[in-house]
């Protein structure tokens, strides 16, 4: 199964860029990338999805290199409100392996 | 999308008794999921709960300890049996939607336990 590894915990600022990255160097031909956002006392949240190259939906953008060994999450301008835990995970075969995320801690 | 709906929210239990987690889903899916979060920690899965068919258990979890029902296409129960404090958790129900590596997951808001 492929493995995710990602930062602990992350510090930013209200209005700055914050890009993840997550490494999944045995990712497998078929597999997608996607990530996930979870605030306390709720189940996580689907961010966004990508297989290569760039993905960019509304919330977030997801970039991709040609190697698909790692992929980088990139939230614009966050917000106090997006303090959360990300995780970045590889779906195979429908089943979700979760690894530890990254602990987003968001300061004004 | 799907909208998940678990009960109870949350529940203090005593050690040795049992507790059965229900999760009800806004439309008919073929596998519903059942993951555990202990505190401070990140989602480990249960077991793929298929209707009409035995759930598949992961490595480290049985059926005797977490027995999960699913009778129909939108519910399913989980239980978790003989609690004991390292049972304290948060339990998640969580259904997907589309194909096999492109799917996106819906969860529950989860149940927290608490045993005492």
């Known amino acids: 199964l492929a493995k995710t590894t990602q930062p602990i915990s992350m510090d930013s600022y209200e209005g700055q860029e914050v890009n993840i990255t997550c490494s999944h160097n045995?990712?497998?031909?078929?597999?997608?990338i996607t990530w996930y956002q979870q605030f306390p006392s709720q189940g996580p949240r689907f961010i966004i999805q990508?297989?290569?190259t760039k993905v960019t939906n509304e919330v977030a953008s997801l970039f991709i290199p040609a190697d698909r060994k790692s992929s980088t999450l990139s939230l614009p301008r966050v917000s106090l409100s997006d303090t959360a835990v990300y995780y970045c995970?590889?779906?195979?075969?429908?089943?979700?392996?979760f690894g530890q995320g990254t602990e987003l801690s968001v300061k004004p | 999308s799907a909208v998940i709906s678990q009960k109870p929210s949350r529940d203090i239990c005593q050690r040795g008794t049992s507790l059965t987690i229900q999760c009800q889903v806004d439309s008919q899916v073929t596998m519903m999921f059942w993951y555990r979060q202990q505190p401070g920690q990140s989602l480990t899965l249960i077991a793929t709960?298929?209707?009409?068919?035995?759930?598949?258990?992961e490595s480290g979890f049985v059926i005797d300890k977490f027995p999960i029902s699913r009778p129909n296409l939108t519910f399913s129960t989980l239980t978790v049996s003989n609690m004991s404090p390292e049972d304290s958790s948060i339990y998640l129900c969580s259904v997907e939607t589309g194909r096999q590596s492109d799917t996106e997951a819906f969860f529950g808001q989860g149940t927290r336990l608490t045993v005492v």
């Open positions: 709960a298929n209707q009409g068919s035995e759930a598949t258990y």
């Open positions: 045995n990712i497998a031909t078929n597999d997608y």
């Open positions: 990508g297989y290569k």
């Open positions: 995970l590889v779906n195979q075969g429908g089943k979700l392996i």
